[in-house]
């Protein structure tokens, strides 16, 4: 069953990627006291993913910010040196944090993975965001297959 608003964000151990190579991180040391914007891409450097979906939360860093969260998350079911590289690629720097969720145990605790493996892609997260209070969910917006509307950072903006 996937996590609806009103939840809490579930305990898991995930990958994070920093400047210094993989660090594991929990969920509880993300969320808790914190407000977070998270969301959730199929693909570090895939074409939806590498084209809007991280660069828009990039851009819209500092504005998100402005509107009182404190850490902006990139998660994506791939490991840590792919999702450094992507940042790296992307010029992420500090505004958005990268997590690797290789085995994608964080995403099936959400309830949002799909199985993409008929199109060689295994296990994927659905693309997703959501805002969460001190580690509970106060948003939640996933995309419908296929389509990039209400995950993208412009629309996380306008519900903060």
């Known amino acids: 069953m996937a996590i609806k608003v ?19 991180v929990s969920t509880d ?13 199929p693909g570090a450097f895939t074409p939806t993913c590498s084209a809007k979906h991280l660069p828009g939360f ?3 860093a500092d504005a998100i910010r402005a509107k009182g969260v404190d850490t ?18 992307q010029g992420v720097g500090d505004k958005v944090t990268m997590l690797a969720d290789g085995s ?11 199985d993409l493996t008929p199109r ?8 997703f965001a959501l805002v969460a209070k001190d580690g509970k969910v106060t948003h939640l917006a996933v995309e419908a297959p296929g389509a990039f509307e209400v995950s993208k950072a412009e629309a996380i903006l306008e519900k903060l």
């Not at 040391?29 to 891409?41: A, D, H, M, N």
């Not at 994506?76 to 690629?89: L, S, Y």
């Open 72 to 89: 902006i998350v990139c998660m994506a079911v791939n490991d840590a040196f792919v999702m450094g590289a992507w940042a790296k690629d």
């Open 104 to 114: 994608a145990a964080f995403t099936k605790a959400l309830g949002l993975e799909m």
């Open 6 to 24: 009103g939840d809490t964000i579930p305990s898991v151990k995930v990958m994070q990627a920093t400047a210094e190579g993989p660090r594991e």
């Open 58 to 60: 990039v851009q819209q």
């Open 29 to 41: 040391e993300i969320f808790k006291g914190r407000t977070v914007v998270l969301f959730g891409v």
């Open 120 to 127: 060689g892609l295994g296990v994927r997260c659905q693309r």
